[in-house]
């Protein structure tokens, strides 16, 4: 995952929430916070590329 957010830019956004959720445990409270964070950042950014690539097409 940390390679495809790479290639879109979005490294200083995530790598923050990537690294605590490697880094947690089982029964990290954090766990689901950081999980909805990276999801609404990647569909936010999936929204931003569909609409750039719809004006290419």
Do not use: R
Not at 17 to 32: F, H, I, R, W
Not at 36 to 55: D, F, M, R, W
Request: hydrophobic share 40%.
């Amino acid at each position: 995952m940390k390679t495809s957010i790479g290639i879109m830019g979005l490294t200083p956004l995530l790598s923050e929430y990537l690294d605590q959720l490697e880094e947690a445990g089982p029964k990290s409270v954090d766990l689901l916070s950081c999980v909805n964070t990276v999801k609404n950042i990647c569909l936010g950014a999936l929204q931003e590329a569909k609409a750039v690539y719809s004006k290419l097409v």
